[in-house]
C-alpha cells in the first residue's frame, strides 16, 4: 500500500467516532492514521479502525510510553507506532513486534539514538519551536533517505516551508480532529491537506 506521508493524529476519538472518521479520511487520501493513547477506549478505536480499513489505510498508536504499550497495540492491529520522545526500549520493542516506529526528536543527539535503535522515521516535535531552520540544520546530518515528519504546527500553510527543509512529511493533530469535530469537518481538512501536500511532493 502506498501512502502519502500524512499522519493524521485522532487525539481524543471515541470507539463510537473511529470508524466514520477514519473513513472520511482514507477517502481523502490520508492513509495513515494514529490513534493516541492517551484517547477514550484507544485500543478499541485502534481494533475497530483497523479491522473496517483493511487494506485501505494503516491504524497506529500515538503518546506510546512503554514497550507495553507498544504490545497492546500489536495485540489490536495496530502497525505503527509514534512516541512523543527517543524511548529506545520503545523503538527496540516496536521493531521486535515489526512495526514501524517514528519516535519524537529535538535534537541530533536524540535523532541518532533514535536512527541507532531502529526507527523507521523521525518526528520533528514540536516543530514550531525546533522551526524550519533547525530541522534543515540537522538535515544536513541525516541519513538522506531517512523520512521526517514536522509535527506540532504543521499545516497546509506552512508544507513547502517545512518541504524546503528537507521534510517528508507531517503529522497533523488539531488541525485534522479534536472533540466535536464532525467527520464532514475532517474530510474537508483533510482534502485541503491533501492538496497541499500533493502541490509540495
Request: glycine residues 10%.
Amino acid at each position: 500500500m502506498n501512502h502519502r506521508h500524512i499522519i493524521a493524529i485522532l487525539r481524543g476519538i471515541t470507539p463510537d467516532e473511529a470508524v466514520p472518521v477514519c473513513t472520511a479520511l482514507a477517502e481523502a487520501g490520508i492513509t495513515l492514521i494514529e490513534v493516541p493513547l492517551n484517547s477514550p477506549d484507544a485500543t478499541v478505536s485502534i481494533a475497530r479502525a483497523a479491522e473496517a480499513l483493511a487494506g485501505k489505510a494503516e491504524i497506529g498508536a500515538g503518546t506510546v510510553l512503554t514497550p507495553e504499550d507498544a504490545r497492546a497495540v500489536a495485540g489490536v492491529g495496530g502497525t505503527f507506532i509514534v512516541s512523543p520522545d527517543t524511548n529506545v526500549a520503545v523503538i527496540a520493542e516496536t521493531v521486535r513486534l515489526g512495526l514501524k516506529s517514528y519516535p519524537g526528536v529535538f535534537s541530533p543527539t536524540e535523532a541518532f539514538a533514535a536512527i541507532r535503535a531502529g526507527a523507521t522515521g523521525l518526528k520533528f516535535f514540536p516543530a514550531e519551536v525546533l522551526g524550519a531552520r533547525g530541522i534543515k540544520a540537522m538535515k544536513a546530518v541525516l541519513p538522506p533517505a531517512l523520512p521526517l515528519y514536522a509535527v506540532g504546527g504543521a499545516n497546509p500553510d506552512n508544507f513547502h516551508e517545512f518541504f524546503a527543509a528537507g521534510c517528508t512529511g507531517f503529522g497533523l493533530g488539531t488541525y485534522i480532529f479534536k472533540p466535536a469535530t464532525t467527520v464532514a469537518e475532517v474530510a474537508e481538512r483533510a482534502a485541503l491537506a491533501v492538496a497541499a501536500y500533493d502541490k509540495g511532493v
